[in-house]
Nanobody, 121 residues
């Protein structure tokens, strides 16, 4: 099994910054990609940013220029630096990883439990 543990959420004011981190552990042969999604009640989970093992990065238009995703492949971790936060960034942020599992070499997507980010105006 594979576990994703997120950290770094919290309550901030508009214009502040937060840094989210996610560490993957368990039966990992290789991680092909990691990323962040977010969800607010009553809405679908949406992409925030993803990064592949080859450092191909995708951002949602709503966060471009404000958020930066980075990864440490050796440590199986991903970070999301969030600057100039807005009230509309308020959501539960979920870490995700596309993992090639050890031994079986099966490709599987995993999700973390989520971390709350609240931005007050």
């Amino acid at each position: 099994q594979v576990q994703l543990v997120e950290s770094g959420g919290g309550l901030v004011q508009a214009g502040d910054s937060l840094r989210l981190s996610c560490a993957a552990s368990g039966s990992i042969f290789r991680i092909n990609a990691m990323g962040w999604y977010r969800q607010v009640p009553g809405k679908q989970r949406e992409l925030v940013a993803t990064i592949t093992r080859d450092d191909i990065i995708t951002y949602a238009d709503s966060v471009k220029g404000r958020f930066t995703i980075s990864a440490d492949n050796a440590k199986n971790t991903v970070h999301l630096q969030m600057n100039s936060l807005k009230p509309e960034d308020t959501a539960v942020y979920y870490c995700t990883a596309t993992v090639v599992r050890r031994v079986s070499l099966i490709l599987t997507d995993y999700w973390g439990q989520g971390t709350q980010v609240t931005v007050s105006s």
